[in-house]
């Protein structure tokens, strides 16, 4: 019988995005800096990142920050829709404005997201083989954080929405041999000062 260990799963949305998407703010720099310093004192072994620029720049300067963790873009890293839910899944009174977001959705993009999301749950959750504790980080989107977070609660598909990641926040997820998966902490942002929190999130929910 194959020994198994924990995983630790970092989880980390990109740095505040300019309005085009194609690169950091200087709050969105800062951010990944800051996330960075504050993981010098983890045990990684990997950061994952998607492909996207946002998400690329934030992996490359949180790197900068820590001793030869090795970079890996991953498409599974990306941003996508990870599961459209059906109206009779949803909640009565948010069903319609939910559903009108998602018809925004091509058929492609539909189909593609779904395959990515389950790779990206056989990728980067569950325990590891051997018998030393893994650390992993993944900077990814939103929609992603809200999927592996909603497995690991194994709440309904449907229910990666609703859930908001500040950028360069963070969030853990402990994955341990014979034990539920465990959420350790989530949308952690005590290494940002107040004018680097809560963006990533609508301004109705800023606190």
């Known amino acids: 019988m194959t020994d198994t260990a924990a995983r630790y799963l970092y989880l980390a949305r990109h740095g505040e995005a300019s309005q085009d998407e194609t690169t950091l703010t200087e709050s969105g720099r800062r951010q990944a800096v800051l996330l960075g310093e504050r993981l010098q004192n983890t045990p990684l072994s990997a950061i994952y990142h998607g492909p996207l620029p946002r998400a690329q720049q934030t992996a490359r300067l949180i790197s900068a920050q820590l001793d030869t963790v090795p970079l890996h873009e991953s498409e599974l890293a990306g941003d996508y829709i990870p599961y459209l839910p059906t109206k009779d899944e949803l909640p009565p009174d948010s069903a319609d404005v939910m559903l009108a977001f998602l018809a925004q ?79 350790l902490f989530y949308n952690d942002m005590r290494h940002l000062p107040a004018e680097l929190r809560w963006s990533g999130f609508p301004p109705e929910l800023h606190i």
Do not use: C, K, Q
């Open 105 to 183: 959705v091509s058929d492609e993009e539909r189909h593609h997201g779904a395959a990515l999301a389950r790779e990206a749950l056989a990728e980067f959750t569950g325990p590891v083989d051997g018998d030393r504790p893994r650390h992993e980080l993944l900077v990814t989107h939103n929609f992603l954080i809200g999927w592996l977070i909603r497995a690991a609660l194994d709440a309904p598909e449907w229910r990666w929405m609703g859930l908001n990641h500040g950028n360069a926040a963070l969030t853990v997820i402990r994955y341990a041999p014979g034990r539920p998966s465990s959420v």
